[in-house]
């Protein structure tokens, strides 16, 4: 399968554009950014083509890796599925509602296949625990914390326009729900509160009955970060599994087969319809903060 990487930043670089080149069922066929010398470069350093025009790239290749703002994905997903190219996005799909139905919108009127890079759920130990406990059932409850502290001199996302305004909910909220919501399956309602250092803590309930809430923000103090995933069940209490060995590179290879997968007619769980259904969630949270209210998703 031919890809296109459409954006040059960090993760671009060091997570897509690495997988690609190293997948061996994927061929990198270029790249576009918004900065024609990043594009240049990054290009060189890839051994690939740079392209200054999206149309000229998208009519090169049979799929995309998309790793922009979520903002500017979401348009850019639209127009690669209008013209017939297979979507490996990256989360959040989108900011809205609007723009996520748009997605899913145009994947569905061109058929094309999608597969959005919820990282911990191609991560082959995190995703064997949720098939297999998901099947076991009776899980009533789960607590997620991530707390990370990005904008440290150093950081690669320290200059993350989009996440310093939008915050952990709108980066880390869908890593926390892409594994609370397979054993405590979709959510009806919920209420948020904010915390100091941008902390937002969620309480979620479930139409299982299951509640669960999550403690997310990328401004904890340096010495206060924390990530962990606790569930709580008929059978007992878990905690989420390590990687291991692997590597977000390893991941990204895996949702590379999962889309050449789905084109095959192998959909995949995590689709646009399944990252749209978490765009709602996380808007819904928005709107609970602001309001201070238990609001329906």
């Not at 919920?190 to 969620?202: I, Y």
């Not at 299982?208 to 103090?221: C, H, K, P, V």
């Not at 340096?222 to 991941?251: I, Q």
Request: hydrophobic residues 50%.
């Amino acid at each position: 399968m031919r890809f296109g990487v459409l954006g040059t930043g960090h993760w671009a670089r060091t997570t897509q554009a690495a997988a690609l080149a190293a997948h061996p069922d994927a061929t990198l066929t270029g790249v576009w950014g918004r900065s024609p010398a990043k594009t240049a470069e990054f290009a060189e350093s890839f051994g690939t083509t740079a392209f200054d025009d999206v149309d000229a790239l998208l009519a090169t290749v049979d799929a995309v890796a998309i790793a922009l703002p979520p903002e500017i994905q979401a348009d850019l997903a639209v127009r690669a599925a209008r013209a017939g190219k297979h979507l490996l996005l990256d989360k959040p799909l989108a900011l809205t509602v609007e723009s996520a139905a748009a997605v899913v919108d145009a994947v569905a009127a061109s058929g094309v296949a999608s597969v959005v890079f919820f990282t911990n759920r191609f991560i082959p130990a995190v995703d064997t625990f949720l098939r297999d406990n998901a099947a076991l059932g009776g899980w009533y409850a789960a607590h997620a914390t991530m707390y990370a502290s990005i904008f440290q001199p150093g950081n690669p996302y320290a200059g993350s326009t989009w996440r310093k305004e939008h915050g952990g909910l709108w980066d880390l909220g869908p890593h926390a729900l892409s594994v609370v919501l397979p054993l405590l399956g979709p959510v009806v309602d919920l209420s948020a509160a904010d915390g100091p250092h941008d902390t937002v803590h969620l309480l979620l309930r479930h139409d299982s009955g299951a509640a669960s809430t999550l403690s997310l923000t990328l401004d904890a103090a340096p010495d206060a970060t924390s990530f962990g995933f606790s569930y709580f069940g008929e059978h007992g209490a878990l905690t989420l599994p390590a990687w291991g060995v692997d590597t977000p590179v390893d991941a990204f290879g895996h949702a590379v087969t999962a889309l050449i997968g789905a084109a095959g007619g192998t959909p995949h769980p995590c689709d646009v319809r399944y990252a749209a259904s978490i765009t709602g969630i996380l808007s819904a949270a928005d709107q609970a903060r602001r309001t201070q209210m238990i609001v329906a998703v």
